[in-house]
């Protein structure tokens, strides 16, 4: 099992970002997807949950309204779309398969002018 995020960066405030997951070696179409975030000093919590089938999200109360999280299942792919960020969205983001033991290596977002 393995995720590869990319698309994290340096973002002013009210900027927006798309992160973008590839998962492999496990039946992607078959598995709600997730969006966790780490702040520095701070435990890993979730952001955004998305069915195996596209057809329902779910988002914590701090994003709502701004992130959209979205999956290609042809691709095995999940994104993570980010708008109106704000600093305290700085975090490093990782994708995961709910229910998974393994972790991506995650991409750091900095918000900040």
């Known amino acids: 099992v393995q995720f590869v995020e990319s698309g994290g960066g340096l973002v002013q405030p009210g900027g927006s970002l798309r992160l973008s997951c590839a998962a492999s070696?496990?039946?992607?179409?078959?598995?709600?997807m997730t969006w966790y975030r780490q702040a520095p000093g701070k435990e890993r919590k979730l952001v955004a949950t998305?069915?195996?089938?596209?057809?329902?999200?779910n988002y914590a109360e701090s994003v709502k309204g701004r992130f959209t999280i979205s999956r290609d299942n042809a691709k095995n792919t999940v994104d993570l779309l980010m708008n109106s960020l704000k600093p305290e969205d700085t975090a490093v983001y990782y994708c995961?398969?709910?229910?998974?033991?393994?972790w991506g290596q995650g991409t750091q977002v900095t918000v900040s002018s």
């Open positions: 070696g496990f039946t992607f179409s078959s598995y709600v």
């Open positions: 995961h398969a709910f229910g998974s033991e393994s």
């Open positions: 998305i069915t195996s089938d596209g057809g329902s999200t």
